[in-house]
């Protein structure tokens, strides 16, 4: 058998099911609410493609050989199609979104990506705020933002930008000329990575009495009132703090863990690009602000 078209369309697969199953073209066409010449034609389609007759006229609606195969495949392929659909129309629509986002994310993102949420119809949201990533069940959501790259677990973690540390302190202390007592840091780094920023910085550290590491944003505001106190934390955590503060090199990332399931969902909706075009457009922000405080002499309060 010579094929040159390997493709039937599945109209006329299903035409010659019912033929071979009436073995009538009239019957095939009644069933199909078709005309008979239609049905014919059909026949004569799918035989024209494989190159073979599939029915033997001298004897009826008796399958030929090359019919038989097709006849098989033919109920394989009607009975995947007809799955096809089914499955397609008992998919129903996420109705809500499970969200962690830890303490120490950028704030000012969160309630951008939130919003994003919020314009979905139909779509209920629960956002959990939670502390420290090790006690954190993956398994109850859909999407976690974090500092963290979150452990494979039916899922995976994207990284979604890298921003700079900054070092902070009231504009009461000058910390070298007077030793800073109290250390707060953000708990993604640990304490030699502390030690030696502020070393690196020109800041003596030998005299401090209390390291603090926490993860809650909210406690850096009451931090920088207290005398004696400099602060290094993601640049988004004092940004818009009255404070004296210096952008430094070392970076902290942000990511978005997405369950496998609900990836494609995110697809569909736009709300994946969406994120993505956020983060991308803050990233530019962050450019321009640095930028322009380089043009507008901007002096780091820190010098090595």
């Known amino acids: 058998m010579k094929t040159v078209n390997r493709s039937i369309d599945v109209k006329y697969l299903r035409t010659f099911s019912q033929v071979a199953k009436h073995k009538s073209f009239t019957a095939a066409a009644e069933s199909l609410f078709m005309t008979q010449p239609a049905v014919s034609q059909h026949i004569k389609k799918i035989e024209s493609t494989i190159g073979a007759s599939i029915f033997d006229r001298k004897d009826g609606f008796v399958l030929t050989k090359h019919g038989q195969v097709l006849l098989e495949y033919v109920d394989q392929t009607m009975s995947m199609y007809e799955k096809l659909f089914h499955d397609l129309e008992s998919v129903e629509l996420r109705d809500q979104f499970k969200i962690a986002i830890a303490e120490s994310f950028c704030p000012d993102m969160v309630e951008k990506i939130i919003n994003e949420f919020r314009a979905l119809n139909n779509i209920d949201l629960t956002i959990t705020s939670f502390s420290n990533c090790a006690y954190l069940d993956i398994e109850k959501y859909d999407l976690i933002f974090s500092v963290n790259r979150l452990p494979y677990s039916n899922g995976r973690s994207y990284q979604l930008n890298t921003v700079n540390y900054a070092i902070a302190h009231s504009h ?9 007592q109290r250390i707060v840091y953000c708990d993604t780094l640990n304490r030699s990575d502390v030690q030696d920023i502020l070393k690196h910085h020109g800041v003596d550290s030998c005299f401090v009495s209390s390291w603090v590491s926490t993860n809650s944003l909210r406690l850096i505001k009451n931090e920088l009132e207290t005398n004696g106190t400099v602060l290094i934390f993601p640049e988004w955590s004092v940004r818009n703090l009255n404070c004296r503060k210096v952008i430094i090199n070392q970076k902290v990332n942000m990511y978005v863990w997405c369950s496998e399931d609900v990836t494609h969902e995110l697809e569909e909706l736009g709300v994946k690009d969406k994120i993505q075009e956020l983060f991308e457009l803050r990233e530019e922000a ?14 780091p309060v820190f010098t090595s």
């Open 172 to 180: 009461m202390l000058d910390p070298q000329e007077c030793y800073p």
């Open 286 to 299: 962050c450019m321009r602000r640095e930028e322009t405080k380089v043009n507008c002499g901007y002096m």
